[in-house]
């Protein structure tokens, strides 16, 4: 899964979609128009991910999604050898990195770190967010990698 490469999706995996009651779907359309949607309390402030009904902390219904900065930096990793769906067969190694986003109060979440899958990966590196559109796909879908953030 290089960066090189158009797609990080090998064909043959399932495409995400939002579940039916549409609690994701705020997120999902969000990556397609190249943007990252949070939900965001508005009764008490506190930041979420993943989607919820309710709010974590002061459980009032519906937050709502607040768009953020796709960056943040490496809380964890790892290296993924084995495949865990059919399609992944001779797709691997590669990275998957769980992202602190301090724009966001610090919620988490997983995705694909692009480039070389044997790279060295520290925690704390800063990565920024990539879309990566599948406007083909039926239905159209978008996916947020990641890339890391040279220093300089």
């Not at 043959?12 to 309390?41: H, I, K, N």
């Not at 607040?66 to 691997?92: C, D, F, M, T």
């Amino acid at each position: 899964m290089s960066e090189s490469s158009s797609t990080c999706l090998p064909p043959g995996l399932p495409a995400p979609v939002p579940e039916p009651d549409g609690l994701s779907a705020p997120y999902w359309q969000g990556l397609r128009e190249g943007r990252l949607l949070v939900q965001r309390c508005a009764q008490c402030g506190t930041w979420q991910f993943g989607p919820e009904w309710i709010c974590h902390r002061c459980h009032a219904f519906d937050p709502p999604w607040q768009p953020v900065a796709p960056r943040g930096r490496i809380y964890s990793w790892e290296r993924v050898w084995h495949p865990s769906h059919r399609a992944l067969q001779n797709h691997g190694p590669y990275l998957v990195v769980l992202v602190e986003l301090p724009e966001a109060g610090g919620v988490r979440m997983l995705g694909n770190l692009l480039g070389d899958p044997m790279q060295g990966v520290a925690i704390g590196a800063q990565v920024e967010g990539v879309f990566e559109p599948h406007e083909d796909a039926a239905p159209p879908y978008a996916l947020l990698q990641w890339r890391r953030i040279q220093p300089g």
